[in-house]
């Protein structure tokens, strides 16, 4: 059997990205939480922010760590699979991540420590402080990294000579066509799955019965931050989706599932599909009428151009991206009509009692990790053939590696990451069923910055009890 | 301004920033195989615990500055050491991952520490691997690597990768002596008399052996030989010094004499190594990406190192003096 | 009795009409204008629901 270096080096990258973006996605989400939840306890000192905030810490330390590791997998991947690309992209992409570990990793490294350990070690305001300064690590990384990976799909700023890439305006390197709509696309993913997260552990406590001032709170705000942000980023995503159009086109003209230069009129919205890429033409489709032209074109009889747009060698594969960008895009709607349901029950004074409601929030918990990677691969696999667009291909861009020590480490990476994920989900879920632990009768903040820099210990410093017991409301 | 110089100089900083910082946190995870008792296993994992991800940070400011900087060296040498490296990932990801589920779970916690130790031991492995391989040299046609993945199976390598592990074990146990109290001080101080003779020991035959199969070495020691005869001595007064520290030496003086210790050997292989970054046959600036990109990463550099290392260190003053006995959760 | 149970039953209908409403508008099938401020009426409208209808259990 001949393997193939270029497929397996993909395979390779694919499965250590795809298990590496779940664990940023939460953290970026989680740590502004957080955030968001300290702040709150040292404004109201209200005990239950302070159980929230031990609750998800607990997690979000876990998440962090894999996040850490498998991240830095990926920087010396790029070298390990795709030297080519290393060596072509290194003097544009390189300094962009050299400014991540610079300003986002060491500082969201350097405050974790006093984030994860420090409660009893620093005053309350230093705390919140480096709880801040983490989840600002989280975000500026996003950024950056954001902007590499824009460059590659909407490269600009560079003179290329010779197979040798010159940065000449790092301005248009750093804010290429895309970077600004992916960014806040990709931010808001983050927060959305940290949203949904906490409304499903909070809810499936409420239909437990447990925990019942913790529940409510977590789903309150869950929900509250879900609803507004789901909005946004189906705006941002209906912009974004404009943008692809225009820089790549053959990505949209994939994920759309119509084949000829123009689709019939009206064109339908295509649910399903059996494509046949050798044939260029779906063996089957089943779509809903009208909707194609009414949401891709904005109106009733629009057509819509079909992936034989683009020359066939140029074309990505139609059925990785179509059903990527269904899964995407339905749990986005999906994701909205949680949210309206959650203002109206509010508004009806039913958003704890309904049990219906409540179950599918549990049932949501982690759909904006399943949307994140789904968008993530109609980017990905909808920028194919290219590594970087309109440059270079993927074919050309592997390492002088054997298909056999690609395919031995790839069983590697499958394995070990086997073991990450499932003691993670082993331990998380342990977490969630022990539930919040009781906060100590003297944990109060101070709220005094003298304080803050004197190390000190709390009184009575008891282990908290993780215990069943609902807590008093 | 010479800029790829300057970038080798960033570039040289940000390793052996890695190899000290990581160096005493490999060494405690290596020195946790050694370690029966559950509690003192704890306060040695509980001393480098609130630390250990910016320590771990600086190998990738390592790798992404080559990338950046020096992007056919980045395309060689990764290809080159492709085993070691990804072996290398996937133990520090296991020792990563420790550090959080070890504390999850009672029954098995011994299960984590062993793969924390095991991960910290064939990371540190790993490492010597590529340390050797380095001194090895590597087949380079057209700026791409043209050896084979295997060719880190060879003496050299493997002599400094069964070094290695016993100069992190030596800065582990300088660590464990500064931040434990009594019960880790009889294990840290015998951890640094028996793996500092080891380390020199394998460290000298290595150099020894280098200095055989590689001719550019053997030339190197010709024209620098005094130079790196110093270096030579400092190294083996170090050694020697730590073999036979006593109770009574003074607590910082170890994990100091370590410190030094990898600074003399990180010299070394620099002098012997300079100009060329893929040896011995790439040189720094037939390596180097076009000014535009060094300079973006050293203006990037010079403005927030001093920062990212005033705040490490603050990091690392919050968790000064002793590691409390019962765990930083109390 | 009967009126006021139809009326219950359509109150979802009609929340879940406006909700698509709402949608489709933010998604621009209504041009570039509508959608925005869609948007803006959208989140407007939930922070003052979040104001108006304080949860249960939740403190002032």
């Known amino acids: 059997m001949k393997l193939d270096p270029s497929i397996l080096a993909r395979i390779q990258f694919a499965f250590t990205v795809s298990f590496h973006i779940i664990f940023p996605t939460m953290s970026i989400g989680l740590a502004s939480f957080l955030a968001v939840i300290e702040a709150l306890w040292l404004k109201t000192k209200k005990p239950v922010y302070l159980e929230i905030y031990k609750f998800w810490l607990s997690i979000f330390a876990m998440g962090f760590g894999i996040g850490v590791v498998t991240g830095i997998v990926l920087s010396f991947e790029f070298g390990l699979g795709f030297a080519r690309f290393a060596q072509m992209a290194g003097p544009a992409i390189g300094p962009l991540i050299a400014l991540e570990v610079l300003t986002a990793f060491f500082l969201e490294a350097g405050f974790l420590g006093i984030m994860l350990f420090g409660l009893h070690r620093v005053g309350p305001k230093l705390h919140f402080f480096a709880t801040c300064m983490v989840a600002i690590g989280t975000l500026l990384s996003a950024s950056w990294i954001l902007s590499a990976n824009s460059w590659m799909q909407t490269p600009a700023g560079v003179a290329i000579h010779d197979g040798h890439l010159t940065v000449l305006s790092w301005r248009h390197v750093l804010v290429n066509p895309s970077w600004l709509y992916r960014l806040p696309h990709m931010l808001t993913a983050a927060y959305l799955t940290a949203s949904f997260m906490v409304a499903g552990v909070g809810a499936w406590y409420l239909l437990k019965g447990k925990h019942q001032h913790f529940a409510r709170r977590t789903l309150a705000l869950g929900t509250a931050f879900g609803t507004v942000l789901i909005a946004g980023q189906v705006f941002i995503g209906d912009i974004l989706y404009g943008t692809m159009l225009k820089y790549q086109p053959s990505k949209m003209q994939a994920a759309e599932g119509f084949w000829e230069k123009q689709s019939q009129s009206p064109a339908p919205y295509y649910w399903f599909i059996v494509p046949d890429q050798n044939n260029q033409r779906n063996r089957f489709q089943l779509g809903i009428p009208y909707l194609g032209s009414i949401w891709l074109t904005h109106s009733l009889d629009g057509r819509v151009e079909g992936l034989r747009n683009t020359p066939r060698d140029l074309q990505p594969r139609m059925g990785m991206v179509f059903y990527a960008f269904r899964i995407m895009y339905g749990l986005a709607m999906v994701m909205f009509a949680v949210g309206v349901a959650s203002l109206w029950l509010r508004f009806r004074g039913k958003l704890f009692s309904s049990r219906w409601f409540l179950w599918i929030l549990v049932f949501m918990t982690p759909s904006g990790i399943i949307a994140t990677l789904a968008g993530w691969y109609v980017a990905e696999t909808g920028r194919q053939p290219w590594i970087i667009y309109g440059i270079l291909r993927t074919v050309d861009a592997i390492s002088p590696v054997p298909a056999q020590a690609l395919l031995s480490t790839l069983i590697a990476f499958v394995c070990v990451y086997a073991v990450f994920i499932t003691a993670f989900l082993v331990f998380a879920f342990r977490i969630i069923r022990r539930g919040p632990g009781e906060v100590p009768p003297h944990a109060e903040a101070s709220g005094s910055v003298k304080n803050a820099f004197r190390p000190y210990v709390l009184d009575s410093p008891e282990r908290l009890v993780n215990s069943n017991i609902t807590q008093r409301s | ?330 | 009795m009967g009126n006021s149970s139809k009326l219950h039953r359509l109150q979802p209908m009609t929340v879940a009409l406006v909700g698509v409403f709402f949608f489709f508008a933010i998604i621009g099938v209504f041009g570039l204008r509508l959608a925005i401020a869609g948007l803006a009426v959208f989140v407007l409208g939930a922070v003052v629901v979040y104001a108006a209808f304080p949860t249960q259990g939740a403190e002032s």
């Open chain 2, 1 to 330: 301004m010479d800029l790829p110089l300057v970038s080798a100089c960033f570039l040289a900083l940000a390793l052996t920033l890695y190899v000290i910082l990581d160096g005493f946190d490999l060494g405690v995870g290596i020195l946790l195989l050694f370690q029966p008792a559950t509690a003192s296993r704890d306060q040695m994992v509980d001393s480098i615990t609130p630390t250990w991800d910016g320590n771990e940070t600086w190998i990738i400011m390592a790798g992404v500055t080559l990338l950046a900087a020096f992007p056919v060296a980045y395309s060689i040498l990764l290809p080159a050491f492709y085993l070691p490296i990804i072996l290398m990932l996937l133990a520090l990801g296991f020792r990563g991952v420790s550090f959080e589920f070890r504390v999850q779970s009672k029954q098995h916690r011994r299960k984590w520490d062993v793969a924390f130790a095991v991960g910290s031991l064939v990371a540190a492995f790993m490492q010597g691997l590529v340390l050797g391989g380095l001194m090895q040299g590597m087949k380079v046609q057209n700026q791409h690597f043209a050896g084979s993945v295997l060719d880190v199976v060879h003496p050299l390598p493997i002599i400094s990768a069964l070094a290695l592990p016993f100069g992190y074990a030596v800065l582990g146990g300088g660590w464990l002596k500064l931040k434990s109290n009594l019960s880790l001080q009889t294990f840290a101080n015998r951890s640094i008399r028996v793996s500092a003779p080891f380390f020199a020991i394998l460290f000298g035959i290595a150099c020894i052996y280098a200095v055989k199969i590689q001719p550019t070495i053997h030339s190197k020691w010709a024209s620098h030989g005094i130079t790196l005869a110093c270096l030579v001595g400092l190294f083996v007064i170090a050694s020697g010094m730590l073999t036979t520290m006593t109770e009574k030496t003074r607590p910082a003086v170890p994990f100091l004499l370590g410190l030094f210790l990898f600074v003399v050997g990180i010299s070394g292989i620099a002098l012997i190594a300079f100009p060329d970054i893929v040896p011995f046959g790439v040189t720094l600036w037939e390596a180097a990406s076009s000014s535009t990109s060094q300079t973006l990463v050293l203006v990037g550099a010079a403005f927030v190192t001093p920062i990212v290392l005033t705040y490490s260190a603050f990091a690392y003053w919050i968790f000064r003096g002793k590691t409390p006995e019962q765990g930083w959760e109390a």
